[in-house]
């Protein structure tokens, strides 16, 4: 099966970069995805990897390596919208199981 | 295009009466999911299904049903509600072709069962 940890809050300040881990054990899976989600929203998908390195994709990147069992989201240049809960996901076949979600704080 | 729809919105529900929740995308994906989240937490897989005609058990399925007869819609049934199921659910759907495919939610029904 899979199970995957991430921090449960990260406090950061506008402009600054901010890491959210996510440490995972599984079996048979093959990719780790990053989702948003507002308070009171849906998720949405940030990145996806499926190889070993950084995927960038503007302020936001994904890393991923698979013989550590990690991976981490980058945010560059926060900004007070990126206030949000951040999930990363493995994938086996379509399916995804989620991390409890890192809860991002924004502060002026 | 609307993408992925849900009704009802929220729902209050006695404990043992029957429930299904409507799921609706007019993306023509292959792949439609059911999600549950409870407060403070990530999102447990319910049922899935890859294509019309075919379902699968998640994480968590005990409890629910789900059937899909097309491409488009994929219900979620509460065959006898309890109290444990209250819960935000999300349904979402994607192409399911690659393992790359990017899932999309719909909005959300918030189910409080009392």
């Known amino acids: 099966g899979q199970s995957l940890e991430q921090p449960s809050e990260v406090t950061a300040v506008e402009g600054a970069i901010v890491q959210i881990n996510c440490t995972y054990q599984?079996?048979?899976?093959?990719?780790l995805s990053w989702y948003q989600q507002h308070d009171g929203g849906a998720p949405t998908f940030l990145s996806y990897?499926?190889?070993?390195g950084l995927e960038e994709k503007g302020r936001f990147s994904s890393f991923l390596s698979r013989s550590d069992s990690y991976g981490y989201l980058l945010l560059q240049e926060l900004q007070m919208k990126d206030s949000a809960s951040y999930f990363c996901?493995?994938?086996?076949?379509?399916?995804?199981?989620f991390g409890d979600g890192t809860t991002l704080t924004v502060k002026p | 295009i609307a993408g992925i729809t849900q009704a009802p919105t929220s729902q209050i529900l006695a404990a043992g009466r029957r429930m299904t929740l409507r799921c609706t995308q007019d993306?023509?994906?292959?792949?439609m999911y059911w999600y549950r989240q409870d407060l403070g937490l990530g999102l447990r897989l319910i049922h899935y299904?890859?294509?019309?005609?075919?379902?699968g058990k998640g994480e968590v399925p005990d409890g629910y049903s789900v059937s899909r007869a097309n491409t488009d819609d994929f219900p979620l049934t509460l065959a006898s509600a309890v109290p444990s199921q209250t819960s935000v659910y999300f349904c979402?759907?994607?192409?399911?072709?690659?393992?790359?495919?990017?899932?999309?939610f719909g909005p959300g029904t918030r189910l409080t069962v009392l």
């Open positions: 993306m023509r994906h292959n792949a």
């Open positions: 599984t079996s048979g899976f093959y990719g």
């Open positions: 299904s890859n294509t019309a005609g075919t379902t």
């Open positions: 996901a493995g994938t086996n076949a379509g399916k995804s199981t």
């Open positions: 979402a759907s994607s192409d399911g072709k690659r393992e790359s495919d990017t899932q999309y």
């Open positions: 990897n499926a190889l070993d």
